[in-house]
């Protein structure tokens, strides 16, 4: 088995090597392992365009619905420690009344 890293772009774990760095046969990416670039890090923003990192305290901007409840998480709602992920509700969480949620950056706001 080798010792090489992963597709960054489609996790495949067939790479091989290649006069610049590495390269990766399913998806054609060729990318150079020392070379630890700002653009593969994840970067979220609220709705005001601040830049949100894990562990800040984030405030809700309006009501957001719950599916499966009849509650909905109200405007102005304080979410403290939130932890970012990958995906299109990128804002994971634990609200209080409510526990773990999973949020969409562009409803919120920094507090």
């Known amino acids: ?4 890293t992963p597709c960054p772009q489609c996790k495949s774990t067939f790479t091989y090597e290649i006069e ?5 046969p399913e998806c054609g990416h060729e990318w150079n392992p020392a070379d630890n670039s700002a653009e593969d890090a994840l970067v979220v923003k609220d ?5 949100l990192q894990n562990g ?5 901007i309006k009501n957001l619905p719950v599916r499966g ?4 998480i109200k405007a102005g709602t304080k ?6 992920v990958d995906g299109d509700h990128n804002i994971d969480c634990k609200i209080d009344g ?13 507090a």
């Open 69 to 72: 409840s009849s509650q909905s």
């Open 47 to 51: 709705s005001n365009g601040n830049i």
């Open 79 to 84: 979410v403290k420690n939130i932890r970012l």
């Open 98 to 110: 409510f526990g773990a949620m999973a949020l969409k950056s562009e409803f919120v706001k920094k």
């Open 56 to 60: 800040d305290t984030v405030v809700t």
């Open 1 to 4: 088995m080798s010792d090489l």
């Open 20 to 24: 610049t760095g590495l390269a990766c």
